[in-house]
């Protein structure tokens, strides 16, 4: 973190270089862009606040990447404003939740209600769904019970399927989507698995009632097929994947995902918008 005089002394440089939006002009801008520019503030203070930067100065941060892109990146860096690794979080998490908000709420006034991401509530429960893999694979550890389980992913399959047709929903889409879920849940378990087996200090001590992370993880099932109804149209429109980066961002600070469930959350999603 640096210094508020030397915050102080890079800020006139900075808006030398880059003039085009200045606090005065944005305290002076309509009602929807100050509406549009809180939400920015908030829908990134989570992800930002992984910088170790001031919450004051990550927004300055996150306003200017918004405003003046790639320009900004060496701007910050000669400067002195934080390191380039932190411009590129910076960056990553503004240019997901900017986008989806350019095509999700292109003009939005006070009597408007304001949802970050319609795919909010699904991409959440496929991201909850999951974070059960750690209990399934504690619970499969060391034991005869193999990760890839056949006739518990038919199972699935089917009533997920079978959900899909009575809510009269393209049961091939519904499938796809499960595929995906299914395959990255593996995915995680057997990268605990392996991790448990380059460090056996860290494996499970205690094993995790599987059928009880299964009642789970069918409950998540239902949740997400409902979401699926819900947001048909959204998930076949050209602004599903700003959409979706936007969700998956949310869920990612939310709930705290790291860099193997963040993977695995793009794995399970990577249907979502495949159709368009």
Request: hydrophobic share 45%; charged share 20%.
């Amino acid at each position: 973190m640096i210094s508020d005089k030397k915050q102080e002394s890079c800020q006139p440089a900075l808006r030398a270089q880059f003039p085009a939006r200045t606090a005065v002009e944005a305290a002076s801008a309509p009602t929807t862009m100050e509406m549009r520019s809180d939400l920015e503030k908030s829908a990134t203070h989570n992800i930002l606040g992984a910088t170790g930067v001031n919450l004051v100065h990550q927004t300055h941060h996150a306003m200017a990447l918004r405003s003046y892109g790639d320009h900004a990146e060496s701007a910050f860096v000669e400067y002195g404003f934080m390191t380039r690794p932190r411009v590129g979080m910076l960056a990553a998490a503004i240019v997901g939740t900017t986008a989806a908000l350019t095509v999700a709420f292109p003009s939005v006034t006070p009597a408007e209600p304001v949802t970050l991401s319609p795919l909010s509530a699904l991409v959440e429960a496929s991201a909850q769904r999951l974070l059960i893999a750690d209990d399934v694979a504690a619970a499969k550890w060391d034991t005869d019970l193999p990760i890839n389980d056949p006739p518990r992913e038919r199972q699935v399959l089917d009533a997920v399927t079978a959900m899909a047709a009575e809510q009269n929903l393209d049961t091939g889409f519904v499938y796809r989507v499960f595929r995906d879920q299914i395959d990255a849940t593996e995915a995680v378990e057997y990268t605990r698995f392996a991790q448990w087996k380059f460090d056996p200090a860290i494996a499970p001590t205690t094993r995790p009632d599987l059928s009880a992370a299964r009642v789970t993880i069918d409950r998540l099932n239902r949740v997400m097929v409902t979401e699926i109804a819900e947001q048909w149209d959204t998930l076949h429109t050209p602004g599903c994947r700003a959409r979706l980066a936007a969700a998956q961002a949310a869920a990612t600070a939310e709930l705290g995902l790291d860099p193997l469930y963040i993977t695995a959350l793009t794995r399970a999603t990577g249907s979502y918008c495949t159709t368009l």
